[in-house]
């Protein structure tokens, strides 16, 4: 798997990868965000992952985790999400959060348990996918899950 960092200049191909994948674009250049990207040789894009930390460092909201569809149910997206994880914990993060309506059972094999949706957004408050989702009322029907980060990992 070879990732690089998504810069600002990455940032219209990543929004128009994460659209297809029906996951959220907002905020995708924010400061405080960090995302990576996979690319074929052709330069396309076909992977991507990331996180945007608390205020305090300890949470983690993991985001943006997607594979195009001609190249799942091989393993990327295992790995994908384990790349922001312990990039996360190695930032000093100790519990990674997200929402997922859909791929419970993914997030379920990589260790993730239901969470409180609202506990999540009292944790991550700061975070643009948390304000987004307050402001359209989404947090209100979203699916949270959580999973403590190991400093070793
Ligand atoms: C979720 C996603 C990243 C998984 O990528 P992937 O490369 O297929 O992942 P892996 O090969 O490592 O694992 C696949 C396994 O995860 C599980 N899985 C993945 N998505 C699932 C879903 N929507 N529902 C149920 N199980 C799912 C299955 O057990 C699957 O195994 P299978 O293909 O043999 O059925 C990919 O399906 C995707 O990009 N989905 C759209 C974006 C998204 O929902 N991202 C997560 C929210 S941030």
Same mark, same amino acid.
């Given at each position: 798997?070879?990732?690089?960092?998504?810069?600002?200049?990455?940032?219209?191909?990543?929004?128009?990868?994460?659209?297809?994948?029906?996951?959220?674009?907002?905020?995708?250049?924010?400061?405080?965000?960090?995302?990576?990207?996979?690319?074929?040789?052709?330069?396309?894009?076909?992977?991507?992952?990331?996180?945007?930390?608390?205020?305090?460092?300890?949470?983690?909201?993991?985001?943006?985790?997607?594979?195009?569809?001609?190249? =799942?149910?091989?393993?990327?997206?295992?790995?994908?999400?384990?790349?922001?994880?312990?990039?996360?914990?190695?930032?000093?993060?100790?519990?990674?959060?997200?929402?997922?309506?859909?791929?419970?059972?993914?997030?379920?094999?990589?260790?993730?348990?239901?969470?409180?949706?609202?506990?999540?957004? =009292?944790?991550?408050?700061?975070?643009?996918?948390?304000?987004?989702?307050?402001?359209?009322?989404?947090?209100?029907?979203?699916?949270?899950?959580? =999973?403590?980060?190991?400093?070793?990992?």
């Amino acid at each position: 798997m070879r990732l690089e960092r998504c810069g600002v200049n990455e940032v219209p191909a990543l929004a128009a990868f994460l659209s297809v994948a029906d996951l959220t674009t907002s905020g995708l250049d924010g400061a405080g965000v960090r995302l990576w990207l996979e690319s074929d040789e052709h330069g396309a894009v076909i992977g991507s992952t990331g996180y945007e930390l608390s205020g305090d460092g300890r949470h983690a909201l993991i985001r943006s985790v997607a594979v195009g569809s001609a190249q =799942r149910s091989r393993g990327r997206g295992s790995a994908l999400a384990r790349f922001a994880l312990e990039r996360a914990a190695a930032e000093g993060a100790t519990t990674a959060w997200l929402f997922s309506r859909r791929s419970g059972p993914f997030w379920q094999s990589l260790e993730f348990a239901p969470a409180d949706r609202y506990e999540l957004a =009292r944790v991550l408050a700061e975070t643009h996918q948390v304000r987004l989702f307050r402001q359209t009322g989404q947090l209100d029907g979203e699916t949270a899950w959580s =999973r403590p980060l190991e400093a070793s990992r």
